[in-house]
């Protein structure tokens, strides 16, 4: 069962309605309410995150109180490609504890349940399993794990990003491996070494295996460069192991 974490709620508002959670069919929810008189996600991050990522193996999504919108791209980047994340509406928080709250929370996991059928992966060879910041598909193609992350009720559209993430593996992707536009293999079939910490398994909701990472190569074993998810840019002569996230595992 997929667990949703309620942040940002603020403190008096926490107390009035202790006890309450919305009780979703087909989800769990946990409310993390602000140590703060008004809403916000700042002082209880840390346990949001935490929370998330012990999830179980059906992944977190977490929905957030935090009207300082220039705050948000803060919280959004520790999460980005690894959990959902979507902001709430902080003029229904004289709803919470109610019916008409839950109705709220309820249409809101119902695009979730919708997102999770449509969008997640399921394996690994799933498109958004692959690095982002390593793997350079067609121009046309470079927005799909953002848009994946993105997409609400009211921006873009499932079956707009469903369809883009079929035509980077149509375009990408053949006998077992994947190929960028530049020419490097990426493999997620080789043996399986090395292991990740449960933070940095999880993409897009999935609980990717602890060892998982693609070979990579350059198409005619020649020597190639590849650029890891800090921005630095490695060369191999041939071949290196990137994870999912962008994480360079040694190479030569």
């Given at each position: 069962m997929p ?7 603020p403190k008096p508002?926490g ?9 979703i069919?087909?989800w769990e929810v946990?409310?993390l ?5 008004q809403?916000s996600?700042?002082r ?8 998330a990522d012990?999830a179980e ?13 220039q705050?948000?791209g803060?919280?959004e ?6 959990h959902?994340?979507?902001w ?6 004289g709803?919470?504890?109610t019916?008409?709250f ?8 119902d ?10 992966p399921s ?8 690095p982002?910041p390593?793997?350079?598909?067609d121009a ?7 848009r994946a992350q ?7 559209s ?11 593996r149509a375009?990408?992707y053949?006998?077992g ?5 530049v ?6 079939g080789?043996?399986?070494h ?6 940095w398994?999880?993409k897009?909701?999935?609980?990717v295996?602890?060892q998982?990472?693609?070979?990579v190569?350059?198409?005619?074993n020649r020597?190639f460069?590849?650029?890891?998810r800090f921005g630095?840019?490695h060369?191999?002569?041939?071949y ?8 360079v595992?040694?190479?030569?």
């Open positions: 667990l949703c974490l309620l942040a940002g709620v508002i107390l009035r309605h202790r006890g309450y959670s919305p009780g069919p087909g946990i409310v309410p602000s140590p703060l008189n809403a996600v700042v209880s991050w840390s346990a949001v995150l935490e929370c012990r193996e059906a992944g977190a999504h977490i929905l957030g109180f935090h009207p300082r919108i705050d948000r803060e919280f980047a520790t999460v980005y490609g690894r959902r994340l979507v709430l509406d902080e003029h229904r928080l709803e919470y504890g019916e008409q839950t109705d709220y929370i309820e249409r809101i996991l695009f979730e349940s919708r997102w999770r059928e449509a969008l997640r394996e690994t060879r799933h498109a958004l399993i692959l982002e390593s793997f350079e598909p046309a193609l470079r927005n799909a794990w953002a993105r997409v609400q009720t009211e921006s873009d499932l079956e707009r990003v469903s369809a883009l993430l079929s035509s980077l375009r990408h053949s006998d491996v994947w190929q960028d536009r020419g490097l293999v990426f493999d997620p080789g043996p399986r090395g292991e990740a910490t449960r933070e398994r999880w897009y909701t999935y609980l295996p602890a998982f990472h693609y070979d190569r350059a198409v005619g020597g460069r590849v650029r890891d630095d840019v060369s191999f002569r041939e290196t192991n990137v994870d999912c996230h962008g994480f595992r040694g190479g030569r």
